[in-house]
């Protein structure tokens, strides 16, 4: 295979919306790296490239298009959708509270004046 760079990659990316070749680790990185200094134009191509990097790599003596057990993800790399579930589960219970103390006052407005009211 002739020396790709990352700009190969996004190219690949941009003749389909996908990544059909096989590329190095290095060259996946790059094209990454691109593709998140230009994400307006390249805002699908990170996901896309982050499947490919897993089973695009052009590894000698293997064919292309095999799937790779990957190298370790860097940490910005990792898939999350910025709420952990502890945050849900958190959120839920707040907002539970927060109906049912509004629900309780609700009730005690709607009752009328106890019997303390007239003293």
């Keep these: 295979m002739a020396l790709a ?3 190969d990659i996004l190219l690949d990316f941009d003749d389909n919306g996908q990544v059909d070749g096989c590329y190095t680790r290095a ?3 790059e ?3 691109l593709a998140r200094a230009e994400e307006q134009q390249y805002g ?4 896309i490239i982050l499947e490919a990097r897993v089973t695009n790599i ?3 003596g293997q064919p292309c298009g095999q799937e790779q057990i990957p190298a370790a993800v860097p940490a910005d790399d990792a898939d999350d959708d910025g709420l952990s579930t502890g ?3 958190g959120v839920i219970v707040a907002i539970g509270a927060a109906l049912a103390i509004g629900a309780a006052l609700l009730a005690r407005r709607r009752a009328g004046p ?6």
Excluded: H, K, M
Excluded at 114 to 119: L, N, S, T, V, Y
């Design 5 to 7: 760079d990352g700009r």
């Design 27 to 29: 060259e996946f990185n």
């Design 31 to 33: 094209a990454l790296r």
């Design 44 to 47: 699908a191509a990170v996901d």
């Design 58 to 60: 052009d590894q000698p």
């Design 87 to 89: 945050v849900l589960i």
């Design 114 to 119: 106890g019997p303390d009211a007239g003293a």
